[in-house]
């Protein structure tokens, strides 16, 4: 049974077309807090790129995320959804993401061959054709079939890239605690947004929280991600990454983005 309908995963750590990667580049960046109190840190450049540096060279891992983001309703107000996603992933061709949230509940695998997007709650699911190499299945499933996946600059050869040419000055806050943890704050100002870095203290690097304003929407809404129980050294199969549908599960087709133009927007 063939359906015709769309499940878009919706909010993403987005910089530019992208998520919140940190990158080598930002080299380039001005840094107006130029002195770190540890470890012989004396930049925020310098941490950033420790932190983005590590996660490029991870060959696999997985990791879980404790998401909380705002909508602005039509009448002005703002409110504030949750949810929980886990995320694994081995390079160059493997990725799986479940997402378990307020709005939605999905899931997004890829094998190198192909991608499939399951609905639980609806026991739907569409699958297409990808790219060989996640780095190309990420660009391509989201232009030609309006699917973005959370965080997927974290999941390419070089998660940190997007972000280097529109960051226009970053600082340093200070230590600060995620989860009665201490790490680095690192506040990153781009023209549309700001966005707010927990980098962990101790080695590796590993990224802690961000927060992300839109500072020039209305009412300045927010995403926020908390990162736990990191594993760069997962014991993962083939079958994590490959969807097969069970009894009372049924095929259905994507709409493709200029479609949607024509659907009602809803709470998704």
């Known amino acids: 049974m063939w359906l015709q309908f769309n499940l878009r995963i919706c ?9 919140v990667g940190l990158s080598p580049g930002f080299a380039q960046v001005p840094d107006a807090s130029p002195t770190l109190p540890s470890r012989g840190l004396r930049t925020t450049t310098q941490l950033l790129e420790q932190m983005c540096g590590f996660l490029k060279t991870q060959p696999a891992f997985t990791v879980e995320l404790d998401i ?11 409110v504030q959804y949750s949810a929980y996603q886990t995320t694994t992933v081995r390079k160059p061709d493997r990725l799986r993401s479940d997402y378990l949230g307020d709005e939605r509940n999905t899931r ?5 061959n192909s991608f499939t997007l399951f609905s639980p709650d609806l026991n739907l699911f569409a699958t297409k054709a990808a790219p060989p190499t996640i780095d190309e299945a990420v660009e391509n499933i989201a232009e030609n079939y309006g699917v973005v996946i959370p965080l997927s600059n974290l999941f390419v050869s070089d998660p940190c890239a997007v972000i280097t040419p529109i960051i226009q000055t970053s600082l340093f806050i200070g230590i ?7 790490g680095y704050h ?11 870095v927990w980098i962990g203290k101790d080695q590796p690097p590993l990224l802690m929280k961000v927060v992300i ?7 300045s809404p927010q995403y926020t991600a ?21 009894e009372g599960v049924f095929g259905v087709e994507f709409l493709l983005p200029d479609e949607l133009s024509d ?3 809803s709470r998704r």
């Open 68 to 78: 909380t983001y705002d909508n602005v309703l039509e009448s002005g107000e703002k």
């Open 213 to 219: 304003t839109h500072k020039n929407l209305p009412s």
């Open 108 to 112: 997004f695998y890829y094998d190198g």
């Open 11 to 19: 909010v993403t750590l987005i910089i530019a077309c992208g998520t």
């Open 186 to 196: 690192i506040l990153l100002v781009a023209e549309d947004r700001d966005v707010q």
């Open 176 to 182: 600060d605690m995620v989860n009665r943890v201490e």
């Open 263 to 265: 659907i009602p927007t």
């Open 226 to 246: 908390v990162f736990s129980s990191w594993d760069f050294n997962p014991s993962i199969s083939d079958e994590t990454f490959t969807f097969t549908p069970g």
